[in-house]
């Protein structure tokens, strides 16, 4: 069975600060893993890495996969107060083809 | 764009009573999924449709029945709401299984059985 954690669970930083978020995963066959931003609603689609593609960057907001480590990081450098959500990690198996989820960490950015 | 929504936004069950989750994407997705979202718990996944006509179970599927009504619809129906069904339910659509581009999700319906 597909498994996906993330830490910290939870991470309270203030405006200016850079933030590391961690996954690593264990999946059959792995095929991605993909990175959500959750507000209030709705989770949105931030990146997607692959094997042909383990790093990704837009904005403030980056992200590497290390296959090696089973495992990837979010970075998010001069923190502002709308960075504050719940930060998704899922990975995608060949086998499996579904999103299995991490359970988030919530990132809350004080002025 | 619409996207993918979802009604109700927020429902209150008494334990026993049967209710169905409504879900409508416009972007000519095949597959969609249901998940529910509990603290510290992340999503799970309840069913899913890889496409029009078929369904499966995912990883907590016990409790609910759907239905892939046509392409654009995919309805939960919770037969004899459960305490333990207390959660956010969200929907999400992609091109196919194989996403390129990941999944896009609903606005969630708020679900308390009391």
């Known amino acids: 069975e597909d498994k996906v954690v993330q830490s910290p669970l939870s991470l309270v930083v203030h405006e200016g600060d850079t933030v590391t978020l961690n996954c690593s995963y264990e999946?059959?066959?792995?095929?991605?893993l993909l990175w959500y931003k959750q507000e209030k609603k709705a989770p949105t689609f931030l990146f997607m890495l692959t094997s042909s593609g383990i790093e990704k960057k837009s904005g403030r907001l980056s992200s590497i996969l290390d296959k090696k480590e089973l495992s990837s990081i979010l970075n998010i450098t001069a923190t502002q107060t709308g960075d504050s959500a719940i930060y998704l990690c899922?990975?995608?198996?060949?086998?499996?083809?579904?999103?299995?989820f991490g359970e988030g960490t919530q990132l809350t950015v004080n002025p | 764009n619409a996207g993918v929504t979802q009604t109700p936004k927020f429902q209150v069950l008494k334990t026993g009573q049967s209710m169905t989750l409504q879900c409508a994407q416009d972007m000519n997705h095949n597959s969609m999924y249901w998940y529910r979202q509990d603290p510290g718990m992340g999503l799970r996944l309840i069913y899913y449709?890889?496409?029009?006509?078929?369904?499966d179970k995912g990883e907590v599927p016990n409790g609910y029945n759907v239905s892939r009504l046509n392409k654009r619809e995919f309805s939960l129906r919770l037969e004899s709401a459960a305490p333990s069904q207390t959660s956010v339910y969200f929907c999400?659509?992609?091109?196919?299984?194989?996403?390129?581009?990941?999944?896009?999700f609903g606005s969630g319906t708020r679900l308390t059985v009391v």
């Open positions: 999946v059959t066959n792995f095929r991605s």
């Open positions: 449709s890889a496409s029009e006509g078929t369904t």
């Open positions: 899922a990975v995608e198996g060949t086998s499996g083809s579904r999103l299995t």
């Open positions: 999400a659509s992609s091109v196919t299984l194989q996403h390129n581009y990941g999944y896009t």
